[in-house]
């Protein structure tokens, strides 16, 4: 239901992030485009897990900030084809559900 998944993206990162650390002005952009999104043929993005890898840091023509081009994994919700999904109902509104996954099972 998990999943780890490596991932490759190139993005400029904005000048007014450039006070942080590199690594922590990065991860808070894979955030920002990715957590909370479903990714076609992936599934729902949970979390960044790591960063492998960071390169770049060009600044283009005409452009004021730097781009990079990062490597990193994601943990992924996709649950397998046939999989039950038991869980209590917390709360229903406009926006959706919130839901406490009681336990998962395999369904034969």
């Known amino acids: 239901m998990f999943q780890l998944t490596k991932l490759e993206h190139t993005f400029r990162l904005q000048p007014h992030l450039l006070t942080l650390s590199l ?4 991860k808070g952009e894979l955030e920002r485009l990715f957590v909370d999104k479903v990714i076609a043929n992936l599934g729902l993005c949970i979390s960044v897990y790591d960063i492998a890898s960071i390169n770049g840091g060009f600044i283009f023509a005409n452009e004021g ?6 490597k990193f994994r994601l943990i992924i919700f996709k ?7 038991s869980a209590r109902l917390i709360e229903s509104n406009a926006d959706g559900l919130r839901c406490k996954f009681v336990y998962i099972t395999d369904f034969e």
């Open 23 to 26: 690594h922590e002005a990065i």
């Open 65 to 70: 900030a730097p781009t990079y081009t990062v």
């Open 79 to 85: 649950p397998f084809v046939g999989e039950i999904l």
